[in-house]
């Protein structure tokens, strides 16, 4: 067993940042935990719109003919895109005043679309970035989000569509809370195993992603298909009764999911912070060898903090399914698991830098629709300026040199040295 | 902590626990073959196998034809011999192959049961087995080579896409496979290169750093392929490797047509096995690779560039994911698609955990693993009553039973996934 503590270290150096209370941080660290993510967004930017400007042929063009006619275009091309992601994330702030002015409701409804649409975008995000930080919290790497969602979607949608005769203030509840017990399943299974056995759960809920995937496909085409299908994998609607209401009429589909996510991250917060569940769990996650001297049982903390956060992202599975797609088909998530981990590193693991974090993905991809219309960029960039904002924040040494920051005391030294000597000498 | 103890599992024998844990498996699968399969077979029903794959005929034989039931029945036996064997005396250290073996019979007599009277295409099968196993196996071979020297990596799936967009891109362009093949290679390294640079430079947590490459990978390469590769067809068709026999090993029956006259990415396979498993465990280079993942401090107090060695095998990671990705453009199809390895490398971590991190382990797991992908179509031709989805799990759901330690934990390398501070 020479590998046991050895195995609740992968992560260590990370999750002590992570985990460092969020005020000392700021005490301590010059404003740099706000700053730090700022700039790395930023930074995320410009280093895609260097990828716009280099994978755009009439740039190229533009640099045969001179300089400043290469300059010009790829200032055109990359302010054409931004505005677009812009107008498409926020609205048209022209068209927005104009609809203000003449006082039509629904031109005013209509102009504010593309900003609630970012809300809508936004929701499985809070619920997803809320599961991966509660599992930082506990010190538990939650890569399964994703299979979580795909969990929490084929219970909501089982019971979202086959449970008949429910009044709707039953019955949404009831599916909702189906997704997140679903989706609790699947957070069980790694924490378990993690907590009993030791199996590492990065490992576990890599291969529980694939699991969920192939069950998923194997409902699809078998049990859950829609009999007047076709042949498309695709799952029945659900009952109305089960639906999460949208707000307005049609196109508009600004949900209560958002205000139940908000809710949740308040709830979590709570826990997190005000519970003494909480605090067990975030000791054990900080510090398991100083939970284990105060007493607190590391195996409960283990299980209950991979299970609430498979729950969280069962959520946003039922949300998606719910309030917006209302049927169960193959890729309904784009892959809301994976950016996560993004969101949760963002947002320091604290539920409200998470709302803000998911609140930034969502207009970033619901914007990046609208600029591959107008630019023909594909969304995929969002992958990309994704990827740079991890880098950026999980390894704040980049950012500290290209910005010129000063490195902030790093008081807890003495905190991180002996769990480095544990690990280097174990 | 000034005194720090080093305690290794044994790996000489099983605990007792274990060992009747094994047997009681092999016991189990001698029911469910007894059940499922031995009893529900007509006794007069004649199994016809055809051992060369559909078109080759080179080394070809006949098709073997003998009666199922009898066959089934020494099969059968043979399993349950080998459950109370294990209980009494056990296998000891080679368990692991005996598990294997009764794997295999199981998947014999399965097969034999949903072919029934029909014609069974062995050689096809694993001759597609294996092709389809080339990425998986390749993908543990990366992760070996990065994990012995202590660098978790699961960007494995990240740098096989990178590769495979390279491949078609760059195979397109010169119009060569070969130069496809290298583009694949740097595009990998040069993701391995980021990987080493954030996990072991800034000492970025190693899934962190995976994780960034998987997304940064699975972007790039849709981007790409949705800018330019789908608008513009002739940057995506890159020659393919042709299927090239090995003079004279290709005729031998047999195992020639399945072995032996395939394409290079197969025959990587296997020269890299050799050369893995020789240059790990038997090589001054292997056993400060290895010291480098046990014992980083040890290492570097004996004069080992820890840091160095870890950017080298995280490269040679890199290189060997590259012919994986490679595999899939300028290897197979010859075209590029978004998402197209599928998880292969994510296969292939489990693989290499299956298969406790060394080359040879690695292949015989890739190999299982990459066969039950094939079984998969081939079970649906048959008519089999089992969705080929649940054997999609099963790789999945073996690398959690033996990450759980039912069976016998692996070795992982002890300082796998702590980054290395010199002091």
């Given amino acids: ?426 | 902590m000034a005194t720090t103890t080093i305690t290794r599992r044994t790996i000489e024998g099983i605990s007792p626990t274990r060992r009747i844990i094994y047997g009681v498996i092999f016991l189990v699968l001698a029911l469910i073959i007894l059940f499922m399969f031995t009893l529900k077979m007509d006794p007069a029903t004649i199994s016809t196998m055809a051992l060369t794959p559909t078109g080759v005929t080179r080394g070809a034989v006949g098709d073997l034809v003998f009666p199922a039931l009898p066959a089934m029945i020494v099969m059968n036996a043979l399993v349950a011999i080998a459950g109370i064997y294990q209980i009494v005396w056990g296998f000891g250290k080679r368990t692991n192959l005996i598990l294997g073996l009764t794997f295999l019979v199981f998947l014999i007599t399965f097969l034999m049961w949903t072919a029934g009277s029909k014609t069974l295409f062995l050689g096809s099968l694993l001759y597609s087995g294996i092709t389809l196993s080339v990425p998986v196996i390749l993908g543990a071979y990366s992760g070996v080579l990065s994990e012995r020297a202590g660098v978790v990596n699961i960007a494995i799936e990240g740098m096989m896409l990178m590769g495979a967009m390279m491949g078609a891109l760059v195979g397109s362009l010169t119009q060569s496979a070969w130069w496809g093949l290298v583009g694949a290679i740097v595009a990998a390294v040069l993701l391995a290169l980021l990987h080493g640079w954030l996990s072991i430079k800034y000492k970025v947590d190693q899934i962190i750093s995976g994780t960034v490459i998987n997304i940064f990978a699975t972007g790039m390469t849709s981007y790409i392929s949705s800018k330019f590769m789908q608008h513009y067809e002739h940057l995506n068709g890159t020659p393919i490797f042709p299927r090239t026999p090995i003079p004279g090993l290709a005729d031998i029956p047999l195992i020639g047509p399945i072995f032996f006259n395939t394409n290079f990415f197969v025959y990587s396979v296997f020269a890299l096995l050799i050369i893995l498993q020789l240059a790990i465990f038997k090589t001054r280079w292997g056993l400060r690779l290895r010291s480098v993942g046990e014992h980083p401090k040890a290492a570097d107090t004996l004069g080992i560039n820890v840091i160095r060695t870890r950017y080298m095998a995280v490269i040679l990671s890199g290189v060997v994911a590259g012919i994986a990705g490679a595999f899939f453009t300028v290897g197979s199809i010859g075209r590029f698609e978004e998402m197209m390895t599928a998880g292969k490398g994510f296969i292939g971590l489990a693989a290499m955990i299956f298969g406790n991190w060394s080359p040879i382990g690695a292949f015989g797991a890739g190999l299982l693993f990459g066969s039950f992908e094939s079984l998969g179509p081939s079970l649906s031709l048959l008519g089999s009553k089992i969705p080929s989805q649940f054997v999609g799990m099963l790789p999945y759901i073996a690398t959690m039973v033996i990450l759980a330690g039912v069976v016998g934990r692996g070795q992982m390398p002890a300082a796998d996934g702590t980054p290395y501070t010199k002091e």
């Fill in chain 1, 1 to 426: 067993m020479a590998d046991k503590p050895e195995k609740k270290d992968v992560g260590k150096i990370f999750l002590e940042e992570v985990n460092r209370p969020a005020g000392e941080k700021t005490k301590k660290g010059n404003g740099q935990a706000v700053l730090i993510p700022v700039l790395a967004v930023i930074s995320g930017l410009i280093l895609g719109a260097i990828l716009i400007i280099l994978t755009t042929e009439e740039v190229y063009a533009g640099f045969g003919r001179g300089i400043f006619a290469g300059l010009g275009e790829a200032w055109k091309v990359v302010s054409t895109a931004y505005v677009a992601l812009f107008k498409g994330a926020v609205g048209d702030p022209v068209r927005i005043i104009q609809a203000l002015q003449s006082g039509d409701a629904l031109e005013i409804r209509r102009s504010f679309n593309p900003f609630l649409e970012s809300l809508v975008v936004a929701t499985p995000y809070i619920f997803a970035g809320l599961s991966v930080a509660l599992g930082f919290r506990s010190g538990l790497f939650n890569i399964g989000a994703e299979g979580q969602i795909y969990m929490g979607a084929i219970f909501a949608t089982f019971v979202g569509y086959s449970v008949h005769g429910l009044p709707a203030y039953i019955h949404m509840p009831l599916a909702f809370l189906a997704g997140a017990a679903g989706g609790a399943l699947w957070g069980f299974v790694p924490g378990f195993l993690k907590a009993r056995t030791g199996g590492n759960e990065v490992i576990n809920t890599i291969m529980m992603n694939w699991i969920s995937f192939r069950l998923l496909e194997y409902l699809l085409t078998g049990p859950m298909q829609r009999p007047d299908s076709g042949g498309s994998p695709i799952s029945p609607f659900i009952l109305s009764t089960a639906e999460i209401p949208q707000f307005f009429a049609k196109p508009i589909r600004f949900h209560l999911g958002f205000f139940i996510a908000l809710a949740v991250a308040l709830l979590v917060y709570w826990f997190l912070f005000k519970t003494t569940w909480g605090f067990n769990l975030r000791t054990v996650g900080a510090n398991p060898q100083a939970g284990r001297y105060a007493g607190m049982n590391i195996v409960l903390s283990t299980i209950m903090g991979m299970t609430l956060a498979g729950a969280l992202s069962g959520m946003a599975g039922a949300n998606e399914i719910l309030a917006v797609n209302r049927t169960l088909a193959l890729g309904f998530s784009p892959g809301f698991g994976f950016d996560s981990i993004a969101l949760a590193l963002l947002g320091g693991s604290t539920p409200g830098g998470v709302i803000l974090a998911s609140l930034l993905f969502g207009f970033l991809r619901n914007g990046a629709t609208k600029m591959m219309l107008a630019s023909n960029i594909p969304i995929d960039i969002i992958s990309i300026l994704q990827a740079f904002i991890i880098i950026f924040i999980a390894a704040p040494a980049i950012i500290r040199t290209i910005y010129r920051l000063k490195t902030p005391k790093p008081e807890s030294e003495p905190v991180v040295e002996p769990a480095a000597q544990a690990e280097g000498g174990q």
